[in-house]
């Protein structure tokens, strides 16, 4: 059974940082580009950060400067540091894996959604 398992969210203040993990089972995320995703409430899904097979990595403008995803092959995780958070960050964050091991794909072109860990930035 293909599985992903985030973990790593909750409740932080403005300024403050949190790291995402995601956790892969029934497959090898090495050949996976990894995705990153989140849904703020009343809002459409959007994309945060993707690394892709060869590991090059991109970001949304919104997070630049401030997220760095990263990928430890060992342990067949990825995780999502995210520093100087602000109020509008908060959402459900999604781990995805496409099969493709390209970044930048439509949505569809996801195999495996995990089910999403919440992160809420509020003084």
């Known amino acids: 059974q293909l599985q992903l398992v985030e973990s790593g969210g909750g409740l932080v203040q403005p300024g403050g940082s949190l790291r995402l993990s995601c956790a892969a089972s029934?497959?090898?995320?090495?050949?996976?580009?990894m995705a990153w995703f989140r849904q703020a409430p009343g809002k459409e899904r959007e994309g945060v950060s993707c690394?892709?097979?060869?590991?090059?990595?991109s970001y949304a403008d919104s997070v630049k400067g401030r997220f760095t995803i990263s990928r430890d092959k060992a342990k067949n995780t990825v995780y999502l540091q995210m520093n100087s958070l602000k109020p509008e960050d908060t959402g459900v964050y999604y781990c995805?894996?496409?099969?493709?091991?390209?970044?930048?794909?439509?949505?569809?072109?996801?195999?495996?959604w995990g089910q999403g860990t919440l992160v809420t930035v509020s003084s």
């Open positions: 029934g497959f090898t995320l090495d050949y996976h580009a």
């Open positions: 690394i892709s097979r060869d590991g090059s990595t």
């Open positions: 995805a894996a496409d099969g493709t091991g390209n970044c930048g794909n439509p949505e569809g072109y996801v195999e495996v």
